[in-house]
């Protein structure tokens, strides 16, 4: 994990918002936006970018509904520094 990694995330709340969510549970986007208060097409957008800074993963890719996601180390890390921050 970055530094460069770590202000991308700070640089958006929603980012911050879903990696939150995740940070204990295997969720579904669906739950991901009632935990966080984001719209579900919103997540949807947050999820591919943080699954491209690898800061989370697609536990189950074959499904087209259900999708079920959880969040990585470097995620766990990142929110830790946040939290800490604040």
Same mark, same amino acid.
């Given at each position: #994990?970055? *530094? +460069?990694?770590? +202000?991308?995330?700070? @640089? &958006?709340k929603?980012?911050?918002?879903?990696?939150?969510?995740? $940070?204990?549970?295997?969720? #579904?986007?669906?739950? %991901?936006?009632? @935990? &966080?208060? !984001?719209?579900? =097409?919103? /997540? &949807?957008?947050?999820?591919? $970018?943080?699954?491209?800074?690898?800061? %989370? +993963?697609? !536990? =189950?890719?074959?499904? @087209?509904?259900? @999708?079920?996601?959880? !969040?990585?180390?470097?995620?766990? /890390?990142?929110?830790g520094? %946040? =939290? *800490?921050? &604040?």
């Amino acid at each position: #994990m970055t *530094n +460069e990694t770590l +202000e991308y995330v700070k @640089r &958006s709340k929603y980012r911050q918002k879903v990696l939150t969510a995740l $940070e204990d549970d295997v969720l #579904m986007p669906k739950q %991901i936006a009632e @935990r &966080s208060g !984001i719209k579900t =097409n919103h /997540v &949807s957008k947050v999820l591919a $970018e943080l699954k491209c800074k690898d800061l %989370i +993963e697609l !536990i =189950n890719p074959e499904y @087209r509904k259900g @999708r079920l996601y959880r !969040i990585k180390k470097d995620g766990k /890390v990142i929110i830790g520094q %946040i =939290n *800490n921050e &604040s």
